[in-house]
C-alpha cells in the first residue's frame, strides 16, 4: 500500500476547513511545516481512518472532532496492488466509511464492507503493523505506555517474526516452554533463592541439620562426661578401698601411738631440767647475795674513812671562801661610789649645754622677727600699690581694644575725609600782591587748595563779593564720613575720650596702672609668697622663740660638748669597774655557800658511814662472819650447776620427737581427710552419673544419631535436586536462547546495514520477551537500552521500525512508514545520517516525514507535496 | 535335665534415631514386649530358665524406665528363672547399669556379672563369660576349659564373634574359640552379638536378636529353645519365631525392557504384612523416562501401605530413544533441551556427579513436560 493524498475536513484545527496533502512520492515525502501546523492532526487522523471503525467513539476518535463539533471526516488515496482507491470514513456524526475506485469513481465497498476491505489491505485483523511503523511525535521508545498496545505491538512482533523465521513456538517452545520453565522456577524456588540459596524447605532441612548437630554435640559431650564420672567414680572406689585397708590403718595408728608416748617422755625431761635450771638458779641468787653482804660491809669501812678525810677539807675551804667573799665585798662599795660620782659629773655637763644652745636659738629668733617685721612692712606697700592700681585699670575702658578701635574709626574718618576732599571743588590762591581773600572774615591761604562748599562766599577786597557755586558731588562720601566721624565719636566715649589724642592718653595711662599693678604683685608674691598673714605668723613665733634671749657672754657649745664627752667616758669606766666588782663579789659568795654545803654534806656523810660500819669493836668479827657464808653460797652454786648440765646431756630430742608425732598425726589425718574428700566426690559422682543416667542420655545421643543421619540424607536429596533443577534451567535456557537467536535473525539481518551507518561495528540485543532491542553493543560493551542518550534511543527506534518495514516488504506487505517529528534529541551529525538511512531504505520503501525543522530536513531530500487548507 | 531358652540382643532402649518418630515409637515397643514373648514361649515349652547372652541393653546407661520397665516384665514372669549376662553394649563395667538391675532386679532374676560356675539347678552348670569390656580383646571363655563343675551338665554363655567369623555386629573384635564347646566339653554354648540365628557347631548356637533392628539379616528373628537330657545327651535345639516387625531390603533389578509397575508389585510383601514391614527398596538396572515415571508413580501410591517405606533409585540408570525424548517435544528448544541432558548423561566423560544431575534434570524435565 502506498498514500497518494490525504484530505482531513473538520478535523480539529481544521474546523469547517478541509486540509489536503496531495502529491505524496514513492520514496520520502517531507512534510515541513512550523508548529501548530497540525502535522499531528494528519497522524493521528490516518491512524483512526485505518485503525478504528468507522462507528468507533473512542477517545482517540473523539480527539479529532474540533471544538465547534460536528462530523469528522478522514480520506486517504491509496495505491494497491489491485488499483488506486480513496478510504473515507465520517466519524461521529452521520458515521460510515467508503472505499471509491479512483479510476471511475465506482464505490468499492461501503462501511463494514469498507472496514473488511481496509483490514485485509492491511493484512491482519489486528493492530496490524501502523503501530509498529508510524512513529508518533513524542513516542521515544520502542513500545507505546499502554499495555494495551503494547499486547497488540506484540502480537505484530510476533506474528510479523514468525512469518519469516517459522513458528515461533516450534523455534522455542512456545507456551510449553514456558510452563515447563515456570514449573522449573517453581519447583526451584522451594527450596533455593534466586542466587541460589538453600531457601524454603531445603533450608528447613539445613536447619534441622545444623540444630539436630548442634544438639548431637552437646549430648555427646555429655555422654562423654557421663563416661567421664563412670571413670572417675571407679577410680574413687578403688582409693576409698584403699583407705579402708585394715592393716595399713592399724599400721598408722600403731606409729602414731608410739609417736605420741615418745613425745611425752621428752616432754617430761623438759619439766626435769627446768626444775635443775631454777635450783641452779636460786643458788645463784644466794652467791651473789652473800657476795654482795660482804661487798657491802667493807665499802662501809673504807666509806667511813674517806668520810673522815673529806669532812675536814671542806671545812677549812668553806673558811677561807669566807674571808675572800668579805674582801671583795669592800671592793665592790667602794666602785659603787665612785660610780656614782662619774654620774653627777655626766649630768652636770648636760644641763650646761643645754642652757647654752637654748639661749644661742632664742637670740636667733629674735633675729629673724626683725626681718620679718621688715619683710611684712614691704608687702604691705607692695599690696597698697597693687590694689591701687588695680582700681586705676579696673576704671579706664581704655584698653589696647579699645585704643585699636579707636585707631581704626580714626583711620576710617581720615580715609573718607580725604576722598570727600579729593572729589570737592577746590580753590587755590596764588598771591602776587598783598591783597588776600577772605572767606568768613579768615584769609584765604595762598599756594594751596581750599575746598569749596556748595556755596562758598568769598570776599575780594577792592573787588567785592564773590560767591562760588559748587557741585555738591560728594554728598555721599561726606555722608559716609560723618558717619564715620560719628562712629569714632562714640568709640572715644566709651572710654571718656573726645579726641583721638585723649584716646592714646587714656590708654597709655591705664597700660601703665596695669603694669604698676603686675609689679606690684611680683614683689608681693616674692615677699609672701604664702601670704602676709603666713608672715605674721611666723614673726609670732619667732618672738615666742626669742623669749629669755639676752646680751651675757657665752661658752663655746665644742668646750660644753668636750667636758660632756669626758665626763660619759668617766661614768663608763666607772660602770665597768662597778660591774667587775660585783660579779667578782658574787662569785665569792656563791664558793663560800657550796662549800659550806659541801663541808656540811661531808659531816653527814661520816655520820652516816660510821653508823654502817658499826661499832668499831664489832667490826672484825663481821668481817668474818660474811666471808663464810659467802664461800658457802658459792659452793651450792657449783653443786645445781653440775647437777644441770648433767639433765641436759640426758635429754631426749624434743623436736625429733615432735616430728615423728607430726607425721604419724599427719599420716592419720591426711587419710581421714582423703577418705571424706574421696567419700564427697563419690556422692558428687553418683549423683552426677545419676543424673545424666537418668535421662537416658545415651540413648538420646543414639537417638539424635540415627535422627541426623536421615536429616542429612534428605538434605543431601534437597541438594541433587537443587543441582537438577539448575541444570534442568540453565539447559532450558540455553536451548531458548539459542533459538531466540535464530528467531532474531531476520530482523538482525536487516537492521545491521541501517545500524552501521550511526554506528560502525555496533549491535542490537534482542529481549527474548518483548521482541525488542534491549542493548547496544559497541566499543566492545553493551549498554541497555535506558542508559543511552535520548538521541540514541530515538534513532535506535527509528531504526528498528526501518527493519521490521523492510520485513514486510519482504512478504509483499508494502507499509509506508510514518515519521511525526520523530527526530527531536538527535544532533546535526546524526540526523544527516538517520536521512541516509532513510533514504536507502526509501529506495523500496514509502515513506513520510511530519516535521517542523524546516532547515534541518532540507538536507532530506525526498518530494515536498502540496499542502492546501480551504474553507467547506 | 534342663530346658531353657536361649536369647540375645534385646536392645532395649534402643532409639531408632534415623526413622520418623511414629515408626521409633512402633519399633521401641517390639522390643519392649520381646520380654513377654520370650516368657511366654517358656511357659508354652516348659522351660525353666530364660538365658540371655549379652546385650540386653542398647546402652550402658540405659533410662531408668528401660530399665524398670524390663525388670518388671521379668518379675512378671515368676515361672522362670531370667539369666542375665553383659554383652558389649552392657558390659560388666558399665557400673551404674548393673547397680541399679541389682539394686532393683526381682529374685528370678540372676545376673552373671563374674566368671564364675553357677549352678542353675542340681544338674546343670553355667559358666558365663560376661564381656569385661565393649572391646576386651581376648578370649573371655577361655576359663570354661578348667572349670570345675562336678557332674552337672556344663552350658557355657558368652558374647562376641567367633574366630572364623569375618565380622561381629558392629564391628567388635571376634576372639571366641569355635571350638571352645568340645575343649570345654560344654552341652551346649549360647552365644550372642550377632543379631542372626546362627549355628556354629554341634552344640554352638548364635540365638540371634528376638526382634530385627535392621536389614542386614533376612532370616525370621527367633529365640531357641534347648533341652538338655543329661551330660552325655546332646543338646536338642528348636528355632521358635518371636519377631513382629518384618524388615525386609528388597533389590528390584529392572531389565530395560520389562514393565517397571508389574515388576515392582511383584517385589512386594503382601497388602496384610505391609503394615507391619519396614520396607527398603532398592531399585537398579535402567528404565526408561516413561517407564521410571510411572514406577515412581507407583512407590509413592503403596509407600502409605508400608511402616516405614524408602525407595532408592539412584542405582536406576536410565534409557530412553527417540519416543521418550518426543514426549518432551519433537522439536524446539524444549527437545534440544532434552537432548542436551540426554548426551550429557551418557557422557563417560564427565565428572559422575554432573551426569546424575543431568540425568536428574531429564528425569524432571519429564516430569514437568508430561505434566502440561
Known amino acids: 500500500m502506498k498514500l497518494l493524498a490525504l484530505h482531513l475536513t473538520n478535523v480539529r484545527k481544521f474546523t469547517g476547513k478541509r486540509a489536503s496533502i496531495t502529491g505524496i512520492g514513492d520514496g520520502i515525502t517531507v512534510v515541513s511545516e512550523a508548529n501548530e501546523f497540525g502535522k499531528s492532526t494528519f497522524f493521528d487522523a490516518i491512524h483512526a481512518l485505518f485503525f478504528e471503525k468507522y462507528s468507533s467513539s473512542a477517545k482517540s476518535v473523539k480527539s479529532l472532532q474540533p471544538y465547534a463539533g460536528g462530523a469528522v471526516e478522514v480520506a486517504a488515496d491509496v495505491e494497491t496492488d489491485q488499483g488506486s482507491f480513496c478510504v473515507k470514513k465520517r466519524f461521529l456524526s452521520r458515521k460510515g466509511a467508503k472505499i471509491t475506485r479512483l479510476s471511475d469513481g465506482a464505490t468499492v465497498a461501503q462501511d463494514d464492507e469498507a472496514e473488511r476491505w481496509i483490514s485485509t489491505l492491511l493484512g491482519t485483523a489486528s493492530d496490524g503493523p501502523a503501530g509498529l511503523l508510524w512513529v508518533r511525535q513524542g513516542l521515544l521508545g520502542l513500545e507505546p505506555d499502554s499495555a494495551k498496545e503494547k499486547t497488540q505491538l506484540m502480537e505484530t512482533r510476533r506474528d510479523l517474526l514468525s512469518s519469516v523465521a517459522g513458528e515461533i513456538d516450534a523455534m522455542t517452545g512456545g507456551r510449553r516452554m514456558d510452563r515447563v520453565m515456570r514449573r522449573v522456577a517453581e519447583s526451584l524456588s522451594e527450596i533455593t533463592t534466586r542466587t541460589g540459596r538453600k531457601a524454603g524447605t531445603w533450608k528447613a532441612a539445613s536447619e534441622v541439620v545444623d540444630a539436630l548437630d548442634a544438639e548431637y554435640v552437646s549430648v555427646t559431650a555429655q555422654v562423654q562426661s557421663l563416661d567421664k564420672a563412670l571413670s572417675d567414680r571407679k577410680q574413687a572406689e578403688a582409693s576409698l578401698k584403699r583407705l579402708d585397708n585394715a592393716d595399713a590403718k592399724a599400721r598408722r595408728d600403731e606409729a602414731f601411738t608410739a609417736a605420741k608416748a615418745g613425745m611425752e617422755k621428752a616432754r617430761a625431761h623438759v619439766g626435769f631440767v627446768t626444775l635443775a635450771r631454777q635450783d641452779r638458779d636460786l643458788a645463784e641468787l644466794k652467791t651473789k647475795s652473800a657476795q654482795s653482804e660482804l661487798d657491802a660491809f667493807l665499802n662501809a669501812i673504807d666509806l667511813l674513812n674517806t668520810a673522815g678525810r673529806q669532812a675536814k677539807n671542806s671545812s677549812a675551804e668553806a673558811e677561807e671562801a669566807k674571808c675572800e667573799a668579805l674582801r671583795l665585798r669592800t671592793v665592790l662599795e667602794a666602785a659603787q661610789i665612785q660610780h656614782r660620782g662619774a654620774i653627777e659629773a655626766v649630768a652636770e655637763n648636760r644641763k650646761l649645754l643645754d642652757v647654752t644652745r637654748l639661749q644661742i636659738a632664742a637670740r636667733k629668733a629674735k633675729t629673724e622677727a626683725a626681718q620679718l617685721e621688715k619683710q611684712i612692712t614691704k608687702a604691705e606697700t607692695a599690696l597698697g600699690g597693687r590694689n591701687a592700681a588695680r582700681a586705676i585699670t579696673k576704671a579706664s575702658s581704655a584698653t589696647p581694644e579699645w585704643l585699636r578701635r579707636v585707631e581704626q574709626a580714626q583711620a576710617e574718618v581720615l580715609k573718607l575725609n580725604a576722598a570727600v576732599e579729593a572729589q570737592a571743588t577746590t580753590l587755590e590762591m596764588t598771591y602776587d600782591g598783598a591783597t588776600r581773600i577772605t572767606q568768613d572774615g579768615v584769609i584765604v591761604p595762598g599756594d594751596q587748595p581750599i575746598a569749596l562748599d556748595a556755596e562758598t562766599h568769598l570776599n575780594l577786597p577792592g573787588i567785592g563779593k564773590m560767591t562760588v557755586h559748587s557741585p555738591d558731588v560728594g554728598e555721599e562720601g561726606r555722608a559716609r564720613l560723618a558717619t564715620a566721624e560719628d562712629s569714632l565719636n562714640d568709640t572715644l566715649s566709651q572710654a571718656g575720650g573726645e579726641t583721638f589724642q585723649e584716646a592714646r592718653i587714656l590708654a597709655t595711662t591705664r597700660a601703665e596702672a596695669e603694669t604698676k599693678a603686675d609689679l606690684a604683685q611680683a614683689v608681693l608674691d616674692t615677699l609672701a609668697p604664702q601670704g602676709i598673714e603666713t608672715l605674721r605668723t611666723a614673726k609670732a613665733d619667732a618672738d615666742l622663740a626669742a623669749t629669755g634671749a639676752n646680751d651675757e657672754k657665752l661658752s663655746a657649745i665644742t668646750d660644753l660638748e668636750s667636758h660632756l664627752a669626758q665626763a660619759q667616758e668617766a661614768e663608763d669606766k666607772a660602770q665597768r669597774g662597778l660591774s667587775n666588782a660585783d660579779t667578782e663579789h658574787a662569785t665569792a659568795r656563791e664558793i663560800t655557800i657550796k662549800l659550806q654545803a659541801a663541808a656540811d654534806s661531808a659531816q653527814q656523810a661520816l655520820e652516816r658511814a660510821s653508823v654502817d660500819a658499826g661499832a668499831e669493836e664489832t667490826r672484825d668479827s663481821q668481817r668474818a662472819e660474811r666471808l663464810r657464808a659467802q664461800a658457802q653460797e658459792q659452793s651450792a652454786l657449783i653443786k645445781a650447776e653440775s647437777e644441770l648440765l648433767a639433765l641436759i646431756a640426758a635429754a631426749p630430742d624434743l623436736d625429733t620427737a615432735q616430728a615423728e608425732l607430726k607425721r604419724a598425726e599427719d599420716t592419720v589425718n591426711a587419710v581421714r581427710q582423703e577418705r571424706v574428700q574421696v567419700g564427697e566426690r563419690l556422692a558428687a559422682l553418683s549423683s552426677e552419673i545419676r543424673t545424666l543416667a537418668g535421662n537416658g542420655i545415651e540413648e538420646h545421643r543414639d537417638e539424635l544419631e540415627g535422627q541426623l543421619e536421615a536429616a542429612r540424607a534428605t538434605e543431601a536429596r534437597f541438594e541433587q535436586q537443587a543441582a537438577a533443577l539448575a541444570r534442568l534451567q540453565s539447559a532450558l535456557d540455553a536451548e531458548r536462547n539459542a533459538a531466540r537467536d535464530t528467531y532474531f535473525g531476520p530482523i538482525q539481518e536487516e537492521l545491521k546495514p541501517l545500524l552501521s551507518i550511526l554506528h560502525r561495528d555496533a549491535a542490537l540485543s534482542f529481549d527474548s520477551e518483548s521482541l525488542l532491542p534491549s542493548g547496544l553493543m559497541r566499543d566492545q560493551a553493551k549498554e541497555t537500552l535506558e542508559d543511552l542518550s535520548g538521541g540514541t534511543k530515538e534513532q535506535i527506534a527509528i531504526l528498528t521500525r526501518l527493519a521490521f518495514a523492510r520485513l514486510f516488504a519482504r512478504q509483499g506487505r508494502h507499509m509506508p512508514i510514518i515519521l511525526d517529528d520523530a527526530l527531536v534529541y538527535s544532533d546535526d551529525d546524526r540526523i544527516i545520517k538517520m536521512f541516509t538511512a532513510l533514504t536507502r531504505v526509501a529506495r523500496d520503501q514509502q515513506i513520510l516525514v511530519f516535521t517542523c525543522r524546516q532547515l534541518a530536513f532540507q538536507d532530506l531530500g525526498g518530494a515536498r507535496p502540496t499542502v492546501e487548507i480551504i474553507d467547506t | ?372
Not at chain 2, 544338674?123 to 572349670?147: C, I, M, N, S
Not at chain 2, 551346649?188 to 536389614?215: C, K, M, N, R, V
Not at chain 2, 516413561?290 to 511402616?307: H, Q
Request: aromatic share 6%; charged share 25%.
Open chain 2, 1 to 372: 535335665m534342663i530346658k531353657f531358652i536361649h536369647s540375645s540382643d534385646l536392645h532395649l532402649g534402643k532409639p531408632f534415631g534415623r526413622f520418623p518418630e511414629d515408626v521409633r515409637v512402633r519399633l521401641r515397643q517390639a522390643r519392649a514386649d520381646v520380654l513377654p514373648s520370650l516368657a511366654s514361649l517358656a511357659r508354652d515349652h516348659a522351660a525353666s530358665h530364660v538365658l540371655l547372652a549379652g546385650d540386653t541393653f542398647d546402652q550402658t546407661t540405659p533410662a531408668p524406665s528401660v530399665i524398670r520397665q524390663a525388670l518388671n516384665m521379668m518379675r512378671a514372669a515368676d515361672h522362670l528363672t531370667w539369666i542375665l549376662m553383659p554383652g558389649n553394649h552392657d558390659h560388666a563395667n558399665a557400673t551404674e547399669l548393673w547397680r541399679q538391675v541389682a539394686r532393683d532386679a526381682p529374685p528370678n532374676v540372676i545376673l552373671q556379672l563374674e566368671p564364675e560356675p553357677y549352678a542353675l539347678n542340681a544338674q546343670a552348670t553355667l559358666l558365663p563369660a560376661p564381656p569385661t569390656e565393649r572391646h576386651p580383646g581376648r578370649d573371655l571363655t577361655e576359663w570354661f576349659d578348667g572349670a570345675t563343675t562336678g557332674e552337672t551338665v556344663r552350658i557355657g554363655l558368652a558374647h562376641g564373634s567367633v574366630t572364623d567369623f569375618d565380622s561381629s555386629e558392629e564391628g567388635s573384635s571376634s576372639v571366641i574359640a569355635p571350638d571352645r564347646a568340645r575343649r570345654a566339653k560344654l552341652s551346649y554354648l549360647g552365644l550372642g552379638d550377632w543379631h542372626g540365628q546362627l549355628q556354629i557347631g554341634p552344640e554352638t548356637w548364635y540365638s540371634g536378636a528376638p526382634e530385627a533392628d535392621g536389614f542386614k539379616h533376612d532370616k525370621i528373628p527367633s529365640a531357641l529353645l534347648v533341652e538338655i537330657e543329661g551330660r552325655t545327651a546332646p543338646a536338642k535345639v528348636t528355632s521358635l519365631p518371636t519377631g513382629t516387625i518384618n524388615w525386609r531390603r528388597v533389590t528390584l533389578d529392572l531389565a530395560g525392557e520389562d514393565s517397571c509397575e508389574t515388576a515392582h508389585e511383584a517385589v512386594l510383601p503382601s497388602l496384610r504384612e505391609r503394615a507391619l514391614t519396614m520396607l527398603d527398596l532398592v531399585i537398579t538396572g535402567r528404565a526408561g523416562p516413561l517407564d521410571r515415571v510411572a514406577l515412581e508413580t507407583a512407590i509413592v501410591k503403596v509407600a502409605p501401605d508400608f511402616l516405614w517405606h524408602r525407595a532408592d533409585l539412584g542405582a536406576l540408570g536410565m534409557v530412553h530413544d527417540t519416543a521418550d525424548l518426543d514426549a518432551i517435544d519433537r522439536q524446539g528448544a524444549l527437545r534440544a533441551a532434552a537432548d542436551a541432558l540426554a548426551q550429557e548423561a551418557a557422557d563417560d566423560t564427565l565428572p559422575p556427579k554432573a551426569r546424575e544431575a543431568a540425568q536428574a534434570a531429564l528425569s524432571h524435565l519429564f516430569s514437568f513436560a508430561l505434566e502440561v
